[in-house]
């Protein structure tokens, strides 16, 4: 009797059923093991003789592909294994156990700092101009009217670019501090 593994991959749960049930109800076969490998997808393992497994796989994939276009992932048939199906699955299932290591005592060690705290002085001219420059022209320029003694006259503020309208108002706005 040539036994064979038969292996599809669906996504989402309602497709593997559906390719679960169809494989079982079209052929002699026997569903094995099914797995959840992630990100919606499902594996289902069945084995019997090859004929069977491969016309189990095929009403399938059939069956899949009619539930909705793009749910079956892959489908593969594996005629006379050099393995037996159960080993396959059971390795496939199991995570390796990891040995247990006994902990290494952890040494603290405490380190006192030789120079105080490096403090970094900000340009405060610098950090107007970022702010300035993140605003939109249009509340530079209203902003540019308010000023008193602005270096830019009232009627030529509304032609004025961005560029100097940053420029002037941090000038300004320093000045004024």
Do not use: W, Y
């Not at 084995?47 to 399938?60: F, K, M, R, S, Y």
């Not at 390795?91 to 290494?104: H, V």
């Not at 308010?146 to 509304?158: A, D, G, L, R």
């Amino acid at each position: 009797m040539n036994q064979a593994i038969g292996m599809i991959e669906t996504k989402g749960l309602l497709a593997m059923i559906e390719a679960t049930d169809t494989m079982l109800k079209s052929s002699e076969v026997h569903c094995i093991g099914k797995k959840q490998v992630g990100g919606g997808l499902n594996t289902v393992i069945i084995t019997g003789d090859v004929a069977a497994v491969e016309t189990a796989i095929q009403a399938a994939v059939v069956s899949v592909q009619r539930l909705g276009a793009g749910l079956l992932t892959a489908s593969h048939v594996i005629p006379r294994p050099d393995i037996a199906a159960e080993a396959f699955i059971d390795q496939a299932g199991k995570p390796e156990p990891i040995e247990s290591q006994p902990e290494e005592p952890v040494i603290v060690e405490q380190i006192e700092l030789a120079e105080g705290p490096e403090t970094v002085e900000i340009d405060p001219k610098e950090t107007l101009i970022q702010k300035l420059q993140e605003m939109k022209v249009t509340e530079l320029r209203k902003l540019a009217k308010e000023q008193p003694n602005f270096s830019i006259p009232q009627k030529n503020i509304h032609r004025t670019n961005k560029e100097k309208l940053v420029k002037a108002l941090s000038d300004s706005l320093i000045i004024n501090e």
